[in-house]
């Protein structure tokens, strides 16, 4: 075979797989579509297989890792991120955003400066430029090397494992936005393992438009007077809150379940907010500190 011959069948074979996985991520997609649409209740039934059945007042809640594991690496990087995904935790939490070029990449601030060192926003840069910055010497010089990671990247390392993910939205998407991160998901065939989060109104509509057959999860710092109604709004299977809004409503809790709805909370970090979200009775807890809280979690609340 000659090299020219070689390369077109390398090229042949590209499209054909890329082919594959479209018709496979359509007909997934219709299927599920299906099934929500013939059964009301798959959406509670998918959302249960998601992240258990919800919690009762003293029983553990899952644990996600904040942005990875950021108390042992730099926060959304890989190493953040895998770190997580060697652990016995539930979940890896983690943002998105758009390059100027329309990529997805995975990063908390709507500026770099914290974490890089670069200046400007993220949506300024294109993902060549992007690639350019040092996302790790902020946090140690041992990690001086490590860059701003796409969510492809991201999702390459996740596919392999068994792990959940909690991808977070920043800032207002629209459909076709979405549909950029669905199908790059899709083509990872790892659809059933991701739930999306998202504090935008718009985002969250649109999500629903795009992806409705994803879980979704409502993020709102405290929680309005019927977080059930809001939550039904928009299809949402939890509310992703602070523990401010539980002490200024503790029935939120109960109301929710009632309705078959989770409450999450973040970002908890001490001992004393673990312990009082559990007597609570919360679903999920995200934090910095993964490795200490699932310590705690196996002393405090054992039988997991």
């Known amino acids: 075979m000659t090299t ?11 499209f054909e797989n ?28 998918y959302a249960t297989n998601m992240f258990g059945a919800l919690r009762t007042p003293g029983e553990p809640a899952f644990i996600a890792g904040h942005r990875g ?3 042992h690496f730099p926060e959304n990087t890989l190493p953040a991120l895998q770190g997580v995904l060697d652990s016995d935790f539930d979940f890896v ?3 998105i955003q758009l390059t100027a070029d329309g990529v997805p990449v995975l990063f908390h601030d709507l ?3 914290r974490t890089t060192n670069g200046e400007g926003l993220v949506s300024d840069f294109t993902l060549a430029e992007i690639k350019t910055l040092d996302a790790g010497s902020w946090y140690s010089s041992e990690f001086a ?7 492809d990247e991201f999702l390459e390392i996740f ?14 998407w629209t ?11 899709y083509a990872r065939g790892v659809q059933d393992r991701v739930i999306f989060e998202g504090f935008d109104f718009e985002t969250l509509e649109a999500l629903q438009k795009a992806a409705p057959v994803f879980p979704r999860v409502l993020i709102q710092r405290y929680l309005p007077t019927d977080p059930v109604a809001l939550a039904n709004r928009f299809g949402a299977i939890a509310i992703l809150t602070s523990p401010a809004s539980l002490v200024d409503d503790p029935g939120a809790v109960e109301a929710m379940h009632e309705a078959g709805l989770g409450i999450i909370l973040y970002t908890l970090n001490k001992k004393q907010t673990w312990s009082d979200a559990l007597e609570l009775g919360v679903d999920g807890i995200i934090t910095d500190k993964p490795s200490s809280l699932d310590k705690w979690i196996a002393e405090n609340a054992p039988g997991t």
């Open 145 to 151: 090397t490590v860059q701003v990671p796409t969510l």
């Open 18 to 45: 890329r082919w594959h996985r479209a018709v496979f991520a359509a007909l997934t997609t219709t299927a599920l579509v299906l099934i929500f649409v013939l059964n009301p209740d798959a959406a509670l039934v």
């Open 69 to 71: 594991d950021r108390a």
């Open 159 to 172: 596919q392999s494992s068994k792990k959940k993910a909690m991808l977070e939205l920043k800032g207002i």
């Open 111 to 113: 500026t770099i400066e």
């Open 93 to 95: 939490e983690t943002d």
């Open 175 to 185: 459909e076709d936005q979405v549909r950029i991160v669905t199908s790059l998901i």
């Open 4 to 14: 020219e011959q070689y390369r077109e069948q390398s090229k042949s074979s590209h």
